[in-house]
């Protein structure tokens, strides 16, 4: 059974740091592209970070560019999302993403059920 399960989301101060986790399970972890979304309450679910199946290139939204990092340790089975001088606007639901592909086309597609991140003083 295939499964991404996130952990790591919370409550946290304007300026604060957070790190969440997702532990994929029940595929072939290093030969799927990995990526965080998010999404806050009215508001359609955009992309946060992403990162290649070896982690040789990254992309990431102009909006956290610079205060957020994407790494994956394939060896573990996990991805991450390191968030440092968060801001309010951060706050959202944050999903793991896990994307498989033969020649540029997809063929699976997973999601995480999601962590809430709220940054309030």
């Known amino acids: 059974q295939v499964q991404l399960v996130e952990s790591g989301g919370g409550l946290v101060q304007p300026g604060g740091s957070l790190r969440l986790s997702c532990a994929g399970s029940?595929?072939?972890?290093?030969?799927?592209?990995m990526s965080w979304y998010r999404q806050a309450p009215g508001k359609e679910r955009e992309l946060v970070a992403a990162?290649?199946?070896?982690?040789?290139?990254?992309n990431y939204a102009d909006s956290i560019k610079g205060r957020f990092t994407i790494p994956r340790d394939n060896a573990k089975n996990t991805v991450y999302l390191q968030m440092n001088s968060l801001k309010p606007e951060d706050t959202a639901v944050y999903y793991c993403n896990a994307v498989g592909r033969r020649e540029g086309t997809i063929i699976a597609r997973y999601w995480g059920k999601g962590t809430q991140v709220t940054v309030s003083s």
């Open positions: 990162i290649t199946t070896t982690g040789d290139d990254t």
């Open positions: 029940g595929f072939p972890f290093s030969s799927y592209a």
